[in-house]
Each structure stands twice: as C-alpha cells, then as structure tokens.
C-alpha cells in the first residue's frame, strides 16, 4: 500500500512531545509490512536544515498561492536508508526557519502554507498515495485543499486524520478564510466553527475516517468534558471515529540495551534493577533506603495532574517513601514543588529540566510511577515505565485506562494501581494500595513488576490495526 504520512513534528528529526514519538514509530513499523510504502512529509524547521548529520538533496523548486501570497516551496529528500520510510522535508525559510516550532501569531498561515504545499509536492513527486494520514491540526486542512484543489491530482486518495490531542485545534478568526484560505464560499461552512475557522473540526468533518490514540479516548471524545467544544462534531463521525492504542519504540526504550543506565537488566535478571535505583539516589541525593521511590517524569501541567498532586503532596512525603520528579511546565506548579522539596532533602528530587538520559535513569531506578493525567488520549510514559519494571499508578482515563489495568493481587492479573475519579484523595488511596503490595506482598509485587516487563507494547500490533483501518477505508 502507498501510504503518504503528514504531521509537523517527528523523532529523531524534530520532537516536542509524543507526536513526535508516534510520528518515528508508526511509519518505521509500516514501512517494515511487505508491500508498503510509506513516506513522511514534515516541515524543513531550522534545527532539521542546521543538523549536520542529516544528508539531504533537493528535487524541486516551485510557488504555491494563498490568495496574493505566491510562496516559495522547496522540495528536499532525506538521503534514502534502507527499509525505513522516505522523508520529505518542506521548506519555505519565512516560515520555518525559525527559533522554535509552534506559538507564533501566524500558525495558522504557517500550516495552511504546509497542507497545501506537501499536496502540490506529491503531486510533483507522483507518488498517488492510496492513503493520507495527517496528525492533529497543523495537518487539519489537508483533507480540505485535497477535495477542494487537488482532487484531479489524487482521484482515488483517501485520508485519515489522527487526533493525538483535542486541546489544541487551530482556531483563528473568520477573515482567516478570505486572507489567508483562498477557498470557494462552500469550504467556509466547512471549515468554521463557533465563530473561528477551526482546523481541526475541518478535519474532523471532511476525513474519510478520524482516529484518536486510544480506545477509551475515542469514547470519551463524544463527551463535552473531553472533547473541548467539538463534542457534537466528533459524535457526528459515529462508527468512523476509531481508536487505536499506541506503542512504543521497544528497541528505543529497552533496559536491556539502555547506555544511561547503571545496570542493564530483564525481567529475567529483575534483581539487577536495584543497582539503577541505588545509582539513583546516590545521583540525586537521596538516602539509600529501601524505600520505594516513586517518581513522574512529565509536563508541569494542570492537565497531567499536577494539581492533585500538589494538594497530596506533604501528606505524600509523610509515608516511608523517596520522590523523584523531572520535568518543567507552568511557574506556580516549578516553585510550589521546588519549596516541597527543599523541605525534604534526602527524601524528595525535584529536578526542573528536561533530559532524556536522566529520565531513563529514573524510569529504571524507581519502583512506582504516578501518572495521574486529567485527561490523556494515550500516554506513553506509562508504557515506558511498565517496559523498565516501574508499576504505574494512574488516573483511569483515555489511554491509561487501556493500557494500566487494576492488579488483583489474588489471581496476579493486571498491571498497576488506578482511581476512577480525578481528585487528590483517590490518588493518594491509589498510592496507598501499591504502598500497602510493596511492604506486605513483595513477591507478589516482584512477579506484577516482571509481568509489566514482558508485555507487548510493541508498534506490532497497533499498525496491523492502522492497516485494517486503511484497507477498510479504500
Ligand atoms: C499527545 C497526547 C498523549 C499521546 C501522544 C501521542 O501528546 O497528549 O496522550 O500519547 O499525543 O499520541
């Protein structure tokens, strides 16, 4: 199958956030099936065009409109590598090229720009995908330009649009459509919502299918709690509103292989992971106790829960337990947990910075991860935790209720501690019942620990279920 990729942003050329994760996995696990294949168009961003170590050759120059815009497009191919997706990479320097990937005043030009260009570029490349997979809104208007321009190019083309997160949607104002769009008044209705020009619910409405990354956050997509305004919208899609759980890349995150790590280990040489947690205390300044060290490596957020943790917090710390955070986010949540901590040296890291080597380091030296997400259409720290024996405990919602189910220390089925509710005082109960299987049911905490470890949170399958998705859609 021909199966042309669309997102803004992918690892290892340009990450933020998970997006980024799924955006390497997925089209490496496609292109891997006999008989795909698969390319991948991003944006040519600054740090792509400065990386030295990516060989690129340009194919083709040319202009596309957005109304008296004529912008320049330019056409480069990362340097084919064997049974790995093509990449294409966009470039417009006014766009660009610039410090940093999203926030600007102009983004929604700037994606405009990117839909309507990847379109005119495969067009050039004559590729005809069967499929079109674009990835949350910066994609939004590319099943809009393909019926509205682009349909004689690709008569037979199908889209499918991923909504790895509601939240952000790509509104701008009304006169976005006649500035910038340069559309028939028919797409105006199309690609309007509650007064803006939403790209997203432009999306939503003209893709052949939508999918979200998990199947418990498909359902909870229909719900306005949810679905930040586009409730009614995603309901509208009914049955082609689908959800598919992600992976992880196993081979990425592998405690067995992993070089930040003190010690690497299995779940067959568990007991090796207790080097990596006295390695890191020893690195952050813990007391090298026993006891267990739970930790979160995340954005300080709202949304990923970390008001609830910060109404728990000290009532937290009076348990026999270490904390470890990593991450930074929103000022009030950086200083309330710095304060916290340097009340209890020795017994609460708190480390505001982001680094990918640390984090590994964490998810292998700690026992318990908290993921107490508001809302989370998959997450993928969680699976990450699971992959280095961490058991998580979550707030069961979006892709952490399908991924995290509740342990019953009776028939030893399950993967973790979940609370059914968002507020602090189920969260610290959840706590409390992992606290209460690691000090007075170890082996059986060992064997849960190990069974975590084993699972399949491999691409293997979810991309078995995008191909059923695509040969059901064509
Ligand atoms: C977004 C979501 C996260 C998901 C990721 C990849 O970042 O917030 O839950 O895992 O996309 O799909």
Known sequence: MRIAMIAS????FIKTGGLGDVLQALPDELARIP????????????????????????LTSFTVNLTWRQQYVGLFRLKPRPDKPEVYFVDNEYYFCRDGIYGFYDDGERFAYFAKAVLACMNWLELDPEIIH?????????PVYLDAEFRTCFPTTKTVFTIHNVEYQGKTGPE????????????RGVCSYEGCINFMKAAIVRANLVTTVSETYAKELKYPYFAHGLAGILAARGENLRGITNGIDVTGYDPATDKALEKN???????????????LQRELGLEESDAPILSMVTRLASHKGIDILCYILRRLLERKIQLVIVGTGEAKYEHTLQAVANDYPGKFSMNLRFDSALASRVYAG??????????EPCGLSQLIAMHYGTVPVVNATGGLKDTVLPFNPETGEGRGYTFQSYNGDDFLGA????????????DAWVELAKNDMRADFSWELPAQKYMELYHSVL
């Open 265 to 279: 280990y299995t779940a067959d040489s568990f007991a090796d992971k207790q080097a990596d947690k006295r390695a």
């Open 35 to 58: 008989g795909n294949q698969v390319a991948l168009f991003l944006p040519y961003y600054k740090s792509i065009k400065n990386n030295p170590l990516l060989e690129v050759e340009l």
């Open 176 to 187: 976005f459509f006649n500035e910038v769009l340069g559309l028939d008044d028919f797409w």
């Open 9 to 12: 942003e992918a690892a290892p």
């Open 366 to 375: 700690s026992d318990i991860y908290l993921m107490p997400s508001k809302s």
């Open 431 to 442: 706590i409390d019942r992992a606290l209460g299987d690691y000090y007075e049911n170890h």
């Open 134 to 142: 674009c990835h949350d809104w910066q994609t939004g208007l590319v």
